[in-house]
């Protein structure tokens, strides 16, 4: 029988054995989870479930008997130790599995931070499901909470924490806030938001030390400006960095992540790869992106079991994420990154957060961003994928539908 491995039981895996069986695969998955949990989705982890609003049951890819009945082999709490491309074998604790076709979707890891008190009860990350616990716990009762970081994980946990009550500064190496992921305009538009919540931000600063007390918890953080910080919380959301150990060890390439062609495939015969360990070759962008968001894991885990079935596939949709912090929605298609766009522009007024952005390079769409305006992604990635030069009188005349710009 054809046995299909996938190692990482994130959405991305989940979702190519989902794909799988969809496309009517009737031979051997093996999925095999780190976790003690079956796949999850983690964009709750920093807002509803850690709000308190959502339960644990929502978070999960499928229901619990969604595997068996779909013949799928979930093994959790197992992790993979190592590949052999040649042999076409994994080996876990559990003993050595052959495949005919692997797919690695290992996802990525909090970066840690390695100053003194790093290892202080109250330094905490945020990644799975019990991260999210322990955020929840520390945050009761109003704590005073220092957040490592101003991009997306950094500002959601920063919204949490103050709607939970707690006083919430925010160290950020970088002049503002998301600064490596929206520039320094739409950057400015989250800052100013978080302020108006009472959020601290100390730009320009890295933290540089932990204290605690004798009990081994945090107390404080110094900052690189000499700042010492009251915190009985730290969240450190510092990044994330893909898992490419494995692949690394079993000699595929890696740069930044498990590199892929536009079909998924990675150097090694009959491995593939998807989200958020994948560093894949964009045919629309030109260039390889490893993209750290949920629709990637989704889209990306459905495309690497079809090229894993020999399908024809190019993987090539429009970069998507989005986030909720206290009333704001937003949706962001595209990547907006600093010194790829040479203009900024908008249809509405920023400052009443109910507006898109659109960030341009040579006239033509980089990225969109819409705050508070729902239904136009379609149209804003239609403009990304057309490439046109735009007439941005009309592009930001909201008379004008998107779809006749
Ligand atoms: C708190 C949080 C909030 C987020 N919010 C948003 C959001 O609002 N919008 C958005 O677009 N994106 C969001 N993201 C990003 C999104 O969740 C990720 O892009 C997505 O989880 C990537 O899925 P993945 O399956 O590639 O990897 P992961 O979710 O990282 O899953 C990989 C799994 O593989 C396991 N694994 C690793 N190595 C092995 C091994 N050797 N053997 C077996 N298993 C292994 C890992 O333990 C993990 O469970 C958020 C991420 C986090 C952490």
């Given at each position: 029988m054809t046995t299909f491995v996938i190692v990482g039981g994130g959405l991305a895996g989940a979702k190519a054995a989902e794909t799988l069986r969809a496309e009517n695969f009737d031979g051997e998955i093996?999925?095999?989870?780190?976790?003690?949990?079956?796949?999850?989705?983690?964009?709750?982890?920093?807002?509803?479930?850690l709000l308190g609003k959502a339960d644990r049951d929502s978070a999960f890819v499928h229901p619990a008997d969604w595997y068996g009945e779909h013949d799928v082999d979930l093994r959790t709490g197992t992790a993979v130790t190592a590949i052999d491309p040649a042999a076409h074998t994994v080996t876990s604790a559990?003993?050595?599995?052959?495949?005919?076709k692997l797919l690695l979707a290992m996802g990525a890891a909090p970066r840690r931070i390695g100053i003194p008190g790093a290892d202080l009860d109250g330094v905490l990350y945020l990644r799975r499901l019990g991260d999210s616990d322990r955020l929840r716990e520390a945050f009761r009762g109003g704590?005073?909470?220092v957040v490592l970081g101003a991009g997306w994980i950094g500002l959601e946990t920063a919204a949490a924490a103050v709607l939970a009550g707690c006083h919430v500064t925010v160290v950020e190496p970088q002049p503002g806030a998301l600064h490596a992921q929206l520039g320094p305009e739409l950057g400015a538009v989250f800052g100013a938001l978080h302020a108006a919540h009472g959020v601290e931000f100390r730009f320009g600063e890295t933290a540089t030390e932990f204290h605690g007390d004798a009990a081994g918890h945090v107390g404080s953080v110094l900052t690189s400006a000499g700042a010492l910080l009251p915190a009985a919380a730290v969240v450190v959301g510092i990044g994330a960095v893909p898992s490419t150990a494995l692949a690394s060890a079993a000699g595929l390439e890696?740069?930044?992540?498990?590199?892929?062609?536009?079909?998924?495939?990675?150097?090694?015969?009959d491995v593939f790869a998807a989200g958020d360990v994948a560093n894949s070759y964009h045919p629309l962008l030109r260039r390889r992106v490893r993209v750290e968001h949920w629709a990637n894991a989704l889209n990306g885990g459905r495309a690497a079991a079809r090229s894993m079935l020999g399908q024809e596939v190019e993987y090539n949709r429009v970069p998507y994420f989005y986030s909720d912090q206290y009333d704001l929605g937003m949706e962001c298609s595209g990547l907006p990154e600093p010194g790829r766009y040479d203009r900024?522009?908008?249809?509405?007024?920023?400052?009443?957060?109910?507006?898109?952005?659109?960030?341009?390079?040579?006239?033509?769409?980089?990225?969109?961003?819409?705050?508070n305006v729902w239904d136009v992604t379609d149209d804003i990635q239609s403009l990304i994928r057309s490439g046109r030069e735009l007439d941005t009188t009309r592009l930001t005349d909201p008379a004008i539908p998107l779809a006749e710009v």
């Open positions: 093996v999925l095999f989870a780190e976790e003690p949990d079956r796949p999850y989705e983690r964009p709750p982890l920093s807002k509803g479930y559990a003993g050595t599995q052959s495949y005919d704590a005073r909470v890696v740069d930044n992540g498990v590199v892929t062609d536009a079909a998924l495939r990675t150097s090694a015969p900024v522009t908008y249809r509405g007024d920023p400052s009443t957060l109910e507006f898109i952005a659109f960030w341009l390079s040579g006239g033509r769409l980089v990225a969109g961003m819409n705050v």
